[in-house]
C-alpha cells in the first residue's frame, strides 16, 4: 500500500517545497524593493551624496533586467530528473 502511495506523496512534498520557495521568494522580492526606496532616502536624510549610488543603481537595475527571467523560471524536477529527498 506504501508502494502504491509513494508517487502521491512525493508529488505532494514537491507542491508545498515549490510553495515554500515561492513564498520565500515572495518575501525576499519585497523587502528589497522596500530596502532600495528606504536606504537612498535615508543617506540623504544623513548628508550623503546621491550620486554615488547613481552607477550602482544602474548596474542593478540592468543585472535584474537581464537576470529576471533566469530568477522567473519555472524550475520543473521531473523534467531535469534531479529529485532531492
Keep these: 500500500m506504501i ?3 509513494k508517487p502521491v506523496i512525493n508529488q505532494k512534498c514537491q507542491e508545498i517545497q ?7 521568494q515572495q ?3 519585497i523587502t528589497l524593493c ?10 540623504v536624510l544623513m548628508g550623503v551624496s546621491l550620486t554615488m ?3 550602482p543603481l544602474v548596474f542593478m537595475s ?3 533586467i537581464f537576470l ?6 519555472n524550475e520543473n524536477t521531473e523534467e531535469r530528473g534531479i ?3
Aim: glycine fraction near 0%.
Design 18 to 24: 515549490a510553495e515554500r520557495k515561492s513564498q520565500l
Design 68 to 73: 529576471l527571467p533566469v530568477l522567473l523560471k
Design 53 to 55: 549610488f547613481i552607477a
Design 3 to 5: 508502494q502504491v502511495l
Design 27 to 29: 518575501r525576499l522580492f
Design 34 to 43: 522596500i530596502m532600495a526606496v528606504i536606504l537612498p532616502t535615508l543617506l
Design 83 to 85: 529529485l532531492h529527498e
Design 62 to 64: 540592468i543585472s535584474v
